[in-house]
């Protein structure tokens, strides 16, 4: 079914709110009337090649706003707070009359007229839009905390708890994009003393 094109409407959505590193991505676009919307869907419904062509058509032809919740503010707020936080800053960025927010829940401060759509990236144009640009930005600023934090392997689990990332963790320790909240990496930080 294709997606419904709702024009000088907004949508917002973010990405990696679950990896153990790095920054929450959130974005908000707004499409214009005529704006081809073929090949749009959910981000993690598309291979990397099409996102990055996708990408380009977005950023060619969209209003849009990009914000980052970085791993300080995560800690600070938590993962639910710090990812509403940066959606609502990306939303106030493009000011838009509506908005539609990928999920259930609507962040507050949006600052206009919200609707949360339960899986949106797969309904509706903008957010799908919004999902795109979300997940292309942080798999590219992933790529290159990869080459700023060698032995991780960023590049290539974007932050995600794999072996690979799990591992190298017990072996190297969190570095500056670790999200000190999360169990794996607060469990390193703050490791249990027992003493025999």
Known sequence: M???HLP???????????????????AAVILPEGFDVKGLNDS???????RDRLRERILSHATYAIELAEPAEIDRLNILHA???????????????KVF???????PQMGCEAEAVV??????ACIAAASILAKTERDRLMVEYGAQYPGY????????PTPEHLEALRQLGPCPIHRRSFG???DWVQPCLTFE
């Open 153 to 160: 392997g960023f590049e290539r689990h974007f932050g995600y």
């Open 44 to 50: 993690k419904k598309l291979d990397a090649p099409t």
């Open 83 to 97: 990812s509403e936080a940066a959606l609502a800053r990306a939303v106030r960025r493009i000011a838009p009359v």
């Open 8 to 26: 000088n409407l907004a949508g917002a959505d973010e990405a990696g709110r679950g990896p153990l590193a790095g920054p929450v991505v959130a």
């Open 101 to 107: 927010v990928d999920g259930n829940r609507i962040p």
């Open 2 to 4: 294709p997606l419904l």
């Open 119 to 124: 899986k949106g990236d797969g309904k509706i």
């Open 184 to 186: 794996p990496v607060r």
